[in-house]
Protein backbone atom coordinates (compact mmCIF):
# COMPACT_ATOMS: atom_id res chain seq x y z
CA UNK A 1 0.00 0.00 0.00
CA UNK A 2 0.83 3.92 -0.90
CA UNK A 3 0.48 6.13 1.86
CA UNK A 4 0.26 10.27 1.76
CA UNK A 5 0.37 11.92 5.04
CA UNK A 6 -0.01 15.83 4.69
CA UNK A 7 1.12 17.55 7.97
CA UNK A 8 -1.07 21.27 8.07
CA UNK A 9 -1.50 23.56 10.86
CA UNK A 10 -4.35 26.24 10.66
CA UNK A 11 -2.65 28.24 8.33
CA UNK A 12 -0.14 26.33 6.13
CA UNK A 13 1.35 23.08 4.77
CA UNK A 14 4.35 22.02 6.95
CA UNK A 15 5.14 18.58 5.42
CA UNK A 16 4.43 15.92 3.49
CA UNK A 17 5.37 11.92 3.31
CA UNK A 18 4.92 9.40 1.02
CA UNK A 19 5.47 5.86 1.94
CA UNK A 20 5.05 2.18 0.22
CA UNK A 21 4.80 0.01 -2.41
CA UNK A 22 1.44 -0.41 -4.59
CA UNK A 23 1.02 -4.80 -5.38
CA UNK A 24 -0.36 -4.16 -8.67
CA UNK A 25 2.86 -5.21 -10.53
CA UNK A 26 6.62 -5.66 -10.15
CA UNK A 27 9.34 -3.23 -9.56
CA UNK A 28 9.94 -1.07 -12.67
CA UNK A 29 6.82 -2.20 -14.42
CA UNK A 30 3.90 -0.90 -11.83
CA UNK A 31 1.92 1.76 -12.93
CA UNK A 32 0.51 3.34 -10.09
CA UNK A 33 4.04 3.51 -8.33
CA UNK A 34 4.83 5.46 -11.88
CA UNK A 35 2.05 7.83 -11.44
CA UNK A 36 2.99 8.67 -7.78
CA UNK A 37 6.03 9.06 -8.39
CA UNK A 38 5.66 11.50 -11.28
CA UNK A 39 3.16 13.36 -8.91
CA UNK A 40 5.35 14.06 -6.16
CA UNK A 41 8.03 14.40 -8.31
CA UNK A 42 6.54 17.06 -10.00
CA UNK A 43 5.26 19.37 -7.11
CA UNK A 44 8.50 18.78 -5.81
CA UNK A 45 10.06 20.84 -9.20
CA UNK A 46 7.51 23.36 -9.01
CA UNK A 47 8.21 24.15 -5.46
CA UNK A 48 11.71 24.08 -5.95
CA UNK A 49 12.21 25.21 -9.63
CA UNK A 50 9.27 27.57 -10.42
CA UNK A 51 8.43 29.15 -6.50
CA UNK A 52 12.50 29.24 -5.66
CA UNK A 53 11.58 27.44 -1.79
CA UNK A 54 14.50 25.30 -0.36
CA UNK A 55 13.38 22.46 0.97
CA UNK A 56 14.13 19.69 3.08
CA UNK A 57 13.70 16.70 1.18
CA UNK A 58 14.67 13.08 2.17
CA UNK A 59 14.47 10.20 -0.41
CA UNK A 60 14.93 6.58 -0.02
CA UNK A 61 13.49 3.41 -1.65
CA UNK A 62 9.50 3.44 -1.36
CA UNK A 63 9.98 6.76 0.65
CA UNK A 64 9.70 10.91 0.20
CA UNK A 65 9.48 13.16 2.79
CA UNK A 66 9.12 16.88 2.21
CA UNK A 67 9.45 19.54 4.87
CA UNK A 68 8.02 23.39 4.12
CA UNK A 69 10.22 26.61 4.95
CA UNK A 70 8.30 27.62 8.24
CA UNK A 71 8.22 31.22 6.79
CA UNK A 72 7.16 31.74 3.41
CA UNK A 73 5.86 35.20 1.12
CA UNK A 74 2.23 35.61 0.75
CA UNK A 75 2.72 34.56 -3.50
CA UNK A 76 5.03 31.42 -1.91
CA UNK A 77 2.70 30.07 0.41
CA UNK A 78 -0.47 30.87 -2.42
CA UNK A 79 1.93 28.56 -4.85
CA UNK A 80 2.81 26.11 -1.82
CA UNK A 81 -1.42 25.72 -1.08
CA UNK A 82 -1.73 25.13 -5.39
CA UNK A 83 0.79 22.78 -5.81
CA UNK A 84 -0.29 20.75 -2.17
CA UNK A 85 -3.86 20.56 -3.05
CA UNK A 86 -2.86 19.36 -6.82
CA UNK A 87 -0.86 16.64 -5.47
CA UNK A 88 -3.54 15.77 -2.71
CA UNK A 89 -6.22 15.78 -5.90
CA UNK A 90 -4.11 13.38 -7.67
CA UNK A 91 -3.66 11.17 -4.91
CA UNK A 92 -7.22 11.03 -4.09
CA UNK A 93 -8.26 10.51 -8.01
CA UNK A 94 -5.82 7.03 -7.67
CA UNK A 95 -7.35 6.24 -4.41
CA UNK A 96 -10.43 5.97 -6.05
CA UNK A 97 -9.33 4.15 -8.68
CA UNK A 98 -7.14 1.60 -6.70
CA UNK A 99 -8.96 1.66 -3.35
CA UNK A 100 -7.16 -0.78 -2.09
CA UNK A 101 -3.63 0.34 -2.69
CA UNK A 102 -3.66 4.04 -1.70
CA UNK A 103 -3.93 5.23 1.67
CA UNK A 104 -4.57 9.33 2.85
CA UNK A 105 -3.76 10.80 6.36
CA UNK A 106 -4.41 14.62 6.52
CA UNK A 107 -2.91 15.49 10.10
CA UNK A 108 -3.80 18.92 11.48
CA UNK A 109 -0.65 19.88 14.19
CA UNK A 110 -2.21 23.13 15.47
CA UNK A 111 -0.33 26.05 15.49
CA UNK A 112 3.45 24.59 14.85
Known amino acids: ?53 HLKVRKEEGYLECVLPKSLSQGALEGVNLLMMTMITGFQDLKNQFPEEINIIWQNQKDQ
Do not use: R
Not at 19 to 32: A, C, D, F, R
Open 1 to 53: MIQLSVHDNEHMFISFTVEGHSTLGKKGNNILCAGVSTLTQSILLGMESVLKL
